[in-house]
């Protein structure tokens, strides 16, 4: 059975996920601008639950963009070659990460040491940022992204998922729908085994030799049951599904399926990342837990709004379709404003919603210039796209 048709832009691209693009961009955003919040758990109270309640609406964002990185590319054309799609998708992912795993700690460096070393912000030790501390970080990208390159995470991931997808591919074009939905139940399990790690010391288990992983995973191996059906792969097939055997719902079905759906994910969410301290005190590394990508309430949330969009039967707009082509380049860039923008707008005597809405939106708007600016030549556009 072949996908819907939708409005299409006049160079093929969807204009729902046009639209998707732009909201998950500004959600990733979003969420950045609520971290320095949600870092005044011990100081600052209304701060911690502001961030907390509107960095939890944020946490869609990252498996939105997994999603549109599948409807875009999957099924692959048959006359591409493994290494020709290596060569194409992530030919085009390394010239922006190592240019933004240089770029973003000079930025922070000449911020927090030249333009504002009394910075506020409660996530940042402006001591830190030295020029041995600049080296050391660049040359460390190969192993993993830093402090100043948080966003860059999704990079390395996004190369893993590029390797993959030809092989998930060779599968996907000969699997019918109920293989596809076998896979997909597997991997709807797997998004509960945060929750299954934290409920069993509390049942008794005392882990192996020091380690609390479950399910055959251990300090020397990190491959457990369900790794390999697990993470972001099951996104990628559910966005195969999604588009190869479109949701035929009415319209007040799927509110009545999706929008409790959401809330509930969202009531998950929040209050769990809230409460869960309680049940950890003085162990705060359980709050991101609850904000698991790959955790149950975050696809609550995020798969209602991948239907929701996907009915969506509406026209190109440019101005959609302008901003959804600077979106990677927002995403690389927009981090160091999140952070000048803290400093500018904590000065105000303003409650903490409105403070990360107007960082959400200078950052987002700072960015989109800078990455406009790089899109004007063929040697910077390669930062950005």
Same mark, same amino acid.
């Given at each position: ?9 006049? /160079?093929?691209?969807? @204009? ?5 693009? =732009?909201?998950?961009? #500004?959600?990733?955003?979003? @969420?950045?601008?609520?971290? %320095? ?21 944020? !946490?869609? %964002? ?26 194409? &998708?992530?030919?085009?992912? $390394? ?5 933004? +795993? ?23 030790? =402006? ?20 402090? /100043? ?9 996004? =190369? ?14 000969? #699997?019918? !729908?109920? /293989? ?30 020091? +380690?609390?992983?479950?399910?055959? #995973?251990? /300090? ?18 559910? @966005?195969?599904?999604? &588009? ?65 969009? %996907? !009915?969506?039967?509406? !026209? ?15 995403? $690389? ?23 990360? @809405? ?22 910077? &556009?390669?930062?950005?796209?």
């Amino acid at each position: 059975m072949k996908a819907e048709k939708h409005p299409a832009t006049p /160079d093929g691209r969807l @204009a729902w996920v046009d639209l998707l693009r =732009v909201v998950a961009c #500004a959600l990733v955003v979003l @969420a950045h601008c609520c971290d %320095s919040f949600v870092g005044a758990f011990d100081t600052d109270r209304t701060a911690f639950i502001s961030g907390a309640a509107i960095g939890s609406l944020t !946490r869609p %964002s990252v498996p939105l963009f997994v999603l549109m990185t599948a409807i875009l590319l999957l099924p692959i054309p048959e006359s591409t070659t493994m290494r020709g799609f290596y060569k194409k &998708r992530i030919g085009r992912i $390394l010239p922006p990460l190592i240019f933004w +795993s240089i770029a973003l700690p000079v930025l922070f460096f000449v911020y927090y040491h030249f333009v504002n070393p009394t910075t506020s912000n409660p996530t940042i030790a =402006v001591e830190a940022y030295t020029v041995e501390s600049i080296f050391r970080k660049i040359w460390l990208m190969v192993f993993n992204f830093n402090f /100043d390159t948080v966003p860059l995470w999704y990079l390395y991931m996004l =190369v893993g998922l590029y390797l993959i997808m030809p092989v998930l591919n060779s599968w996907l074009t000969k #699997a019918d !729908r109920k /293989d596809v939905k076998l896979f997909l139940i597997l991997w709807f399990v797997t998004l509960f085994i945060p929750y299954l790690k934290l409920f069993a010391p509390h049942v008794g288990y005392e882990g192996n030799f020091g +380690s609390m992983e479950i399910l055959g #995973a251990c /300090d020397w191996n990190a491959y457990g049951t369900f790794y390999y059906l697990s993470g972001f792969i099951g996104y990628m097939v559910l @966005a195969y599904y999604v &588009r190869t055997w479109p949701v035929k719902w009415s319209t007040s079905k799927t509110a009545a399926i999706c929008l409790p759906m959401f809330i509930a994910g969202y009531a998950i969410t929040f209050i769990g990342f809230v409460t869960i301290q309680n049940f950890f005190p003085g162990d705060y590394s359980y709050l991101e837990v609850i904000w698991y990508f790959t955790g149950i309430n975050v696809f609550m949330m995020t798969f209602p709004v991948l239907i929701a969009f %996907s !009915r969506l039967r509406m !026209r190109p707009r440019k101005w959609i379709s302008f901003l959804a082509r600077l979106t990677f380049g927002i995403y $690389l860039c927009h981090f160091i404003f999140v952070y000048v923008s803290f400093d500018i707008f904590n000065a105000f005597p303003i409650i903490p919603p409105l403070k990360i @809405a107007a960082m959400a939106i200078t950052s987002f708007a700072c960015a989109a210039f800078m990455t406009w600016i790089f899109s004007l030549t063929s040697f910077t &556009r390669r930062f950005i796209y």
